[in-house]
């Protein structure tokens, strides 16, 4: 398992699954498959539907205004992350089983297995610095990430206008051209509000 969008102000926060074998795994290593912070956006999306073919997966893709709810509620990322990487856990193994499942190390681990139920609960859950190494984690990094790019289009579509990647002072200046276009609103149907960003975009659009 693995996630995109955590660092993205705009956009949605995706956690994808992915189940390999050897054969499967020695496959996803021939084709290319690797940590999808290390590939280009248009490799992830010719990638992507080659491993959705290949191997069973599961996605849960939290769009802006679910996870700015479910943010208030839990008041902390791990909790969040936890409970996206739980349900793509327990979406997996309701159409399969596995003895163990990979996910990246992030905050105390007891976070995923708490929010784990029965079907959950039964596989070992081994989470480690940059497991992205690993060719299943490595292809669940691109499945989330072509669904965080595929998804961060549609709201720029929606919207008229570019919505970029990150958290960059470019994005700061997009997310000030929607408030001034529209609403302060607006940011909670396209951008993760407790983001210092919010502050920093809100003041600029204040009446001095």
């Given at each position: 398992m693995d996630e995109s969008g955590k660092g993205d102000y705009?956009?949605?926060l995706v956690v994808a699954?992915?189940?390999v074998d050897p054969e499967l795994s020695a496959?996803?290593?021939a084709w290319g498959v690797k940590d999808s912070k290390r590939l280009t956006d248009k490799r992830v999306l010719e990638l992507e539907p080659r491993i959705r073919e290949a191997c069973r997966h599961?996605?849960?893709a939290i769009g802006p205004e679910r996870y700015n709810i479910l943010y208030e509620k839990m008041r902390n990322l791990n909790k969040l992350l936890a409970w996206a990487h739980a349900r793509t856990l327990e979406n997996l193994l309701s159409?399969?089983?596995s003895p163990r499942a990979i996910a990246d190390q992030f905050g105390d681990e007891r976070f995923?297995?708490?929010?784990?139920?029965e079907k959950g609960r039964q596989i070992v859950l081994e989470?480690?610095?940059?497991?992205?190494?690993?060719?299943a984690v490595a292809a669940a990094s691109i499945v989330a990430r072509a669904e965080f790019l595929k998804r961060l289009k549609q709201l720029s579509e929606e919207h008229g206008m570019d919505l970029p990647k990150g958290?960059?002072?470019q994005v700061r200046a997009a997310a000030v051209t929607l408030v001034k276009r529209t609403s302060a609103e607006v940011l909670k149907k396209v951008a993760k509000w407790h983001f210092r960003t919010t502050q920093q975009v809100l003041q600029e659009c204040s009446p001095r």
């Open positions: 705009f956009g949605p699954g992915v189940q496959r996803l290593v599961a996605v849960v159409e399969t089983e995923i297995k708490n929010a784990l139920m989470q480690r610095p940059r497991a992205e190494e690993d060719p958290a960059s002072d």
